[in-house]
Each structure stands twice: as C-alpha cells, then as structure tokens.
T-cell receptor, first 112, second 109 residues
C-alpha cells in the first residue's frame, strides 16, 4: 500500500532563506508526483507536476525534484517571502487513470 | 475563467439531515473527485468519476453518495448515515494535473 510522508510537519524560517521541503513515498512505481499549496480555509493550488520519467521541474522560485528509486521528492523554495507562508502538500499518482495519495503536508511560516 | 466552483462555501446541518454539495467545472475534464480533509488526517478520497454516468467508491465512501449525469457536474450528498460529517470537502478535476475548487465546510449542529 502506497504511503506518503512529509517531514517536518511544520517549519518556520526567516525571510530570504532558501528552504527544502521533503516528501517520501513507499512504492516507487508511481506515474507522477504533484506538489500543492494550501492557504488556510482554501482549496489546493497546484504548484508543480513531475512525471515519473522526469528528474525535476521548475517554476519561478520553486524547484521540485524526483528520485523514484529512493522514493523521495523535494520542493526547493528560493529566497523565501512571507507570502510563501502556507501548507505544502505532495501527492503521488498511482497511474494515468489512478488516484492520488496525499501526504499530510508541511506548514511553512516565513517570518518578515 | 476556467475553473472549479464549489457551493455553498459554508453549510450547517442538523443531525439526521441529508445535504448536497455542488461541484461544477468548465475545464472539460473527464475525471472528477471528492476529497474530505480533517485536521491532522490529510486528504482522503470519497468518490471519483472517470466519465459521465460512471463513478467508483474511494477509501471512505460510507455515508456518501454521488451522481455524474453531466460532464461538468459532480454533486456529493452527505447522508444521515455518515457518522462524523463535520469536515472540509474538496472537489477536484483532472486531465493529467489535478485542479481543486475552493472547498465547502460542513458543520453538523
């Protein structure tokens, strides 16, 4: 059974710091992996989608990497800003028609 | 603008009542999903539909029902059989990448 773990559960950093959020999964046979951002009381916003054949994806200050063999993905945020404060979730897709398995998220707080 | 619209945003229900949450998308996606989010539990899949007039149970379908009569619409009914319905409900649709609505918060009084 696929399990997705995100550590740490919460992280507080000063503004301007570069940071890494971690996501691990138990079954390396994945179709793709998606990173989301969730603000309090809101829905999830898609940040990056990495296909199983890809090693990384970049969007602005965000870079997500994928290492299927070790069951890990990281989300790198460069030059963090207070507006980056939110909960970040990763989700693993089991197949093209399959359903996503979500981690419980990392709550990020960026202090001015 | 293309997106997913959930309504109502907030809903209060008395015990024993059924309630229906609306989810409409104009992204032309075939696949639609309903998730439940509880503090500390992460997102759990309730029901999903890959195509019109077809849907499957997710991990926590008991006490819920859905229909998929139109491609754009995937309403979720929370029945009185659901033991602990107070939660944040999220609808999503997908064509590769998964997109979410803004959610509906249901509180049972």
């Amino acid at each position: 059974k696929q399990e997705v773990t995100q550590i740490p559960a919460a992280l507080s950093v000063p503004e301007g710091e570069n940071l890494v959020l971690n996501c691990s999964f138990t079954d390396s046979a994945i179709y793709n992996l998606q990173w989301f951002r969730q603000d309090p009381g809101k829905g999830l916003t898609s940040l990056l989608l990495i296909q199983s054949s890809q090693r990384e994806q970049t969007s602005g200050r965000l870079n997500a990497s994928l290492d299927k063999s070790s069951g890990r993905s990281t989300l790198y945020i460069a030059a963090s800003q207070p507006g980056d404060s939110a909960t970040y979730l990763c989700a693993v897709n089991r197949g093209s028609q399959g359903n996503l398995i979500f981690g419980k998220g990392t709550k990020l707080s960026v202090k001015p | 603008d293309g997106g997913i619209t959930q309504s109502p945003k907030y809903l209060f229900r008395k015990e024993g009542q059924n309630v229906t949450l609306s989810c409409e998308q104009n992204l032309n996606h075939d696949a639609m999903y309903w998730y439940r989010q509880d503090p500390g539990q992460g997102l759990r899949l309730i029901y999903y539909s890959q195509i019109v007039n077809d849907f499957q149970k997710g991990d926590i379908a008991e006490g819920y029902s859905v229909s998929r009569e139109k491609k754009e619409s995937f309403p979720l009914t929370v029945t009185s059989a659901q033991k602990n319905p107070t939660a944040f409900y999220l609808c999503a649709s997908r064509a590769g990448e998964l997109f979410f609505g803004e959610g509906s918060r249901l509180t049972v009084l």
